[in-house]
């Protein structure tokens, strides 16, 4: 296992995950909707949390665990983006990070 989170690539992938969800919610589809904006915002800053929690805790059960969390944090983006009509959920940047 390596030594810190930094060094895992679903990490390094969610943070670009994380950083084109910022970016794509910041120009189109999601100025008015704070709500629905905010909601985008933190599953995608969840799924960079729940692989930190689990490679945190140490344990590989739990570790696997919070990567299903991650997962499902995943899945959550992409919905919220499909509530945007803004087709901003098919693009293949997002959806090639889950």
């Excluded at 570790?63 to 959550?76: Q, V």
Aim: charged share 25%; with cysteine.
């Amino acid at each position: 296992m390596t030594e810190c989170f930094e060094d895992l690539r679903a990490w390094q992938t969610a943070r670009k995950l994380t950083n084109e969800v910022y970016g794509l919610t910041s120009k189109r589809g999601c100025e008015s909707d704070w709500t629905l904006k905010d909601q985008i915002r933190w599953a995608s800053t969840s799924v960079m949390s729940n692989i930190v929690e689990g490679f945190e805790s140490w344990t590989r059960p739990q570790f696997i665990n919070y990567l299903g969390h991650a997962k499902a944090s995943a899945g959550g983006a992409v919905s919220a983006l499909h509530r945007t009509g803004s087709g901003l959920s098919r693009r293949r940047k997002i959806r090639r990070h889950i």
